[in-house]
């Protein structure tokens, strides 16, 4: 007898943010290649979009009856949408969560919650997104047989948020299977118009991004390098160019892109002399694996989630108010960039602890996980 695992696909159909469209797809590709004897695993994807998701080894795809929009909103309303039962796991809120037997139907249904921002910066988020990811929430208490988060601590914040109990598992993500920096990396910077040797954030001007933190620790820090800021949303840019001018750091100096494919990003962390992260919320640091899996220098607001997540890897600096953060940020960049040897010891700490970091890791836990369900 077959055991198949159905795995929701909509951000690889109708992307709403692009970490997740990776994160879905590489998790996707890591549980077929390391699937267990007798195992197999199955898409489930909303009507519409762009083509079929493009995951080889799949060893089906069911397409639900309605497109992403209208399927949130009959999932979040708890209504029938004809994705059936099984073994189904999300590598977000959108599930069935719904009431199923998992004793006698082996029904089971696994969600995941890689980010906080819903409930604790919800001003950077859509009324109705906010909503969306509220009411999922309440459901996956009620209905999911196990709430997946990368971080301990993101576990821990979750069951102040919501009755989840003994059902949250920790299985972290990771950069794209095949992150590396790109032989023709020097012509992918020269098409974005990049520089070379460069300091890098990445956000937006949400303050949650904390980027105005971060151009003020390099103002202060007398660093005179261009600075690169990715992930910025289209109409964003802006807004975060008035941020690093009120800084003090000159427009010559700016570099604002938005977000970009693993390849780009990878070319881009090449010619990073560090990456700087600011932001303290209650999120998986997506950009921050980018840089330990490429052996990027790394300064970065200690909080919950980088002291787990970068543990020795790089530069945590104490934080006590906005001000202070930004003058110890820029404290460490000085010193990280003040000679070779203090920027290669940075690198060489980063890149050791990127290799805690794998999808295919990831993906055993998450068969694992579905094997004791």
Not at 178 to 196: K, N, Q
Not at 236 to 245: G, K, M, N, S
Not at 297 to 310: G, K, N, R, W, Y
């Amino acid at each position: 007898m077959v055991a198949t695992l159905r795995v929701m696909l909509d951000q690889l159909v109708v992307p709403t943010e692009p970490v997740l469209a990776e994160a879905s797809r590489d998790l996707t590709r890591a549980l077929i290649a390391g699937a267990p004897a007798g195992c197999e695993v199955e898409g489930i994807a909303p009507a519409g979009g762009d083509g079929d998701p493009e995951v080889p080894g799949l060893s089906g795809l069911r397409r639900t009856a309605l497109p992403r929009r209208e399927l949130a909103a009959a999932l979040q309303l708890g209504v029938g949408t004809g994705i059936g039962g099984g073994m189904i796991h999300s590598p977000t809120l959108l599930a069935p969560l719904v009431k199923h037997d998992r004793v006698h139907d082996n029904d089971q249904t696994v969600v995941t919650v890689w980010d906080l921002r819903p409930w604790e910066t919800p001003a950077d988020l859509s009324r109705a997104a906010v909503g969306w990811h509220k009411a999922m929430l309440k459901r996956a208490v009620r209905h999911a047989d196990a709430i997946v988060v990368p971080t301990h601590s993101i576990a821990e914040r979750l069951s102040d948020l919501a009755r989840v109990g003994d059902r949250v598992r920790v299985v972290a993500g990771a950069s794209p299977l095949g992150f590396a920096v790109p032989t023709d990396e020097v012509g992918r910077r020269r098409a974005l118009d990049l520089p070379e040797g460069f300091v890098l954030l990445a956000g937006g001007p949400m303050p949650s991004d904390s980027l105005d933190t971060g151009f003020r620790a390099i103002a202060a820090s007398g660093v005179d390098l261009p600075v690169v800021v990715i992930d910025v949303e289209d109409g964003h840019e802006p807004a975060v160019a008035e941020l690093a001018a009120a800084a003090g750091l000159p427009e010559r100096r700016l570099h604002v892109r938005g977000a970009l494919d693993a390849a780009d990003r990878a070319a881009v962390f090449g010619a990073a002399v560090a990456f700087l992260a600011p932001s303290r919320r209650g999120a998986f640091p997506w950009r921050v694996i980018d840089a330990l899996t490429l052996g990027v220098p790394i300064i970065a607001a200690a909080s919950d989630v980088h002291s787990e997540v970068i543990v020795d890897g790089g530069e945590l600096v104490a934080v006590t108010d906005a001000s202070s953060l930004a003058e110890g940020i820029g404290a460490a960049l000085q010193s990280a960039l003040a000679s070779t040897t203090a920027a290669d010891r940075l690198a060489v700490l980063s890149g050791d602890r990127g290799r805690a970091f794998s999808w295919r890791e990831a993906a055993d836990k998450v068969w694992l996980l579905h094997a004791e369900l």
